[in-house]
């Protein structure tokens, strides 16, 4: 983790670097810098861009590394071994990558394939919003709560490849209906599947602990 951290405090640095020239060059009349020099603190620590920094970090190497596995199963003995491969490994891999990196990764969804990644009544509530915002062409930002031991950050997972749809496609076109009976053998309650490219798949839901940030 010691480069990751590098890498936040690079872009720390870079952020303020930026800020601090973006309003010297402003020089807006209307504005009375000596009192606002007074107020305003140099250099703040921003907690939840901080969460988010490391947030976007864990959700990238988590999607690489599970993305990585589902192509190389594929690859070693096709969609169905994948599958296999997916219901026995997944949550363990990811819970892995949670303990390397000292945060808890999770992938929660309002139509999920295991029971164990549904979403709550908040996060449904957030995909909602994300799938809405995605629909008006807006960019759907990262959310970031503060609990108790430290901080839940939430992404949305869009649907980008065509892989995906392998797996969570629409039945008889991208999605086989052998593969799609195959698929409820492991998950008799499935709801992952007519899902298309650019649809909201899910949330990454990572915790950060409090630590971890100050
Ligand atoms: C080989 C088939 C396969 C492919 C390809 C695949 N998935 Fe999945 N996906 C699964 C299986 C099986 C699970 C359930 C894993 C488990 O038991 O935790 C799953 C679970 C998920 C979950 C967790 C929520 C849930 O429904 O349980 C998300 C999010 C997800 N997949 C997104 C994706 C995305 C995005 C892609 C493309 C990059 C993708 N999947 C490609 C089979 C696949």
């Not at 309002?110 to 799938?131: C, D, G, Q, T, W």
């Not at 629909?135 to 839940?152: H, R, W």
């Not at 492991?186 to 940030?213: C, H, M, Q």
């Amino acid at each position: 983790m010691k480069k990751a951290v590098v890498i936040f405090m690079g872009v720390l640095i870079f952020g303020f670097v930026a800020c601090e020239t973006s309003q010297e060059s402003e020089q807006a009349p209307s504005q009375t810098p000596e009192t606002k020099e007074e107020t305003t603190p140099k250099a703040t620590f921003n907690v939840e861009d901080s969460v988010k920094v490391i947030g976007k970090k864990v959700a990238m190497a988590t999607f690489k590394a599970l993305s990585a596995e589902v192509v190389r199963a594929i690859r070693d003995g096709g969609p169905q071994h994948a599958i296999k491969y997916c219901n026995a490994k997944a949550n363990p891999l990811v819970d892995s990558i949670s303990k390397s990196l000292g945060v808890k990764i999770a992938r929660v969804s309002h139509r999920r394939r295991n029971p164990a990644n549904s979403a709550n009544a908040y996060e449904r509530e957030l995909i909602k919003k994300y799938i809405e915002q995605l629909k008006a062409g807006k960019n759907p930002e990262p959310v970031v709560l503060n609990v108790d031991t430290g901080y839940i950050f939430y992404a949305p997972i869009v649907i980008e490849k065509p892989l995906c749809l392998t797996c969570h496609g629409i039945v008889g076109r991208e999605l086989s209906p052998e593969l799609h009976e195959f698929i409820k053998q492991y998950y008799p309650t499935d709801s992952a599947y007519n899902f298309r490219t650019g649809d909201v798949r899910g949330l990454w839901k990572i915790f950060v602990p409090k630590e971890k940030v100050s």
